[in-house]
């Protein structure tokens, strides 16, 4: 059951990223489509509206990245609570530390170790 | 007499050029883009559930659980970015392939290994995030400005 709701609302997310990209001003890029998802998952999640499509559709909301903004802001706000002004600067690197060093990481050595193709 | 601009020209010409793409070009299979978005980007996320079911049925807590999952994510998203198949997934995939955190790692990978002969350091390490940059920029200044507003008004 978990696994057919990831589908359903992982899938139709995506949906929405390539309707971005078919219907938009042609030039749009991949780092724009990201930009945007990151910006609207951030939002959605700051007025509440993110965390039940992540109850309903699990992996299906928190992999795409829609589902990273959603946890720089949930980090955020979760900080302000228990730190105030600070914890509105380091809340969101708190929850996102291991995905953004992993990015890194495993970004540089697969570039390192790799070479483009054709 | 003027002598027109080779450079000028060549603009000219390139524009016509892409003017006259555009009116040839076939209008993008809609449905076709939508289909293969949705099933490849469903079936990402159906992957990423099952590590997390396997995670969390193994004693783990959710957000541990979770966060391990996109590690692996994005460990996968690299690999494959590395060894070729990422980008002949995107083909096909469009938006399925870059919406998931594994598009996140391959704009990452596909940007540093395109500059490596520019060396480890300016050329590797800082076009890392020449595309995957502005995202962090934007997700950090707006769940900040989210946390400074739940500040005000608490």
């Known amino acids: ?3 057919l709701m990831a589908f359903l609302i992982g899938g139709s997310l995506c949906l929405i990223g390539q309707l971005l990209i078919d219907l938009t001003k042609p030039g749009i890029t991949p780092g724009h489509v990201l930009v945007v998802f990151i910006t609207a998952g951030a939002i959605l999640s700051g007025l509440g509206l993110y ?6 559709g699990g992996a299906g909301a928190t992999i795409p990245l829609s589902g990273f903004g959603h946890l720089l802001t949930q980090g955020t706000l979760k900080a302000v609570e228990q730190k105030g002004l600070l914890g509105a600067f380091s809340g969101g690197v708190e929850a996102a530390a291991a995905g953004i060093a992993a990015a890194i990481i495993f970004g540089y050595v697969a570039a390192v170790i790799f070479n483009p193709k054709e | 007499m003027e002598i027109p601009n080779a450079e000028n020209l060549k603009q000219a010409e390139i524009d016509e050029y892409d003017s006259l ?3 040839l070009k076939p209008k993008p299979p809609l449905l076709k883009h939508c289909f293969w978005a949705f099933v490849v980007g469903g079936l990402i996320c159906v992957l990423a559930q099952i590590i997390l079911d396997f995670l969390q049925a193994g004693g ?7 966060s391990v999952t996109s590690v692996i994510m ?4 690299a690999l494959l970015t590395g060894i070729g198949v990422y980008d002949k997934l995107g083909k096909t995939a469009g938006a399925g392939s870059i919406v998931p955190i594994t598009g996140f790692s391959n704009v990452i990978v ?3 290994m395109e500059f490596k002969r520019e060396g480890y350091i300016f050329g590797v390490g800082a076009h890392i995030f020449s595309i995957a940059g502005p995202t962090l920029v934007f997700g950090f200044a707006v769940s900040t400005l989210i946390g400074l507003i739940k500040l005000l008004f608490m």
Request: proline fraction near 4%; glycine fraction near 8%; hydrophobic fraction near 50%.
């Open chain 2, 60 to 66: 783990m807590g959710q957000t541990d659980a979770s």
């Open chain 2, 110 to 112: 596909a940007s540093a």
């Open chain 2, 74 to 77: 994005i460990f996968l998203g």
């Open chain 2, 21 to 23: 793409v555009q009116q």
């Open chain 1, 1 to 3: 059951m978990s696994l």
């Open chain 1, 51 to 56: 965390k039940p499509l992540v109850d309903i």
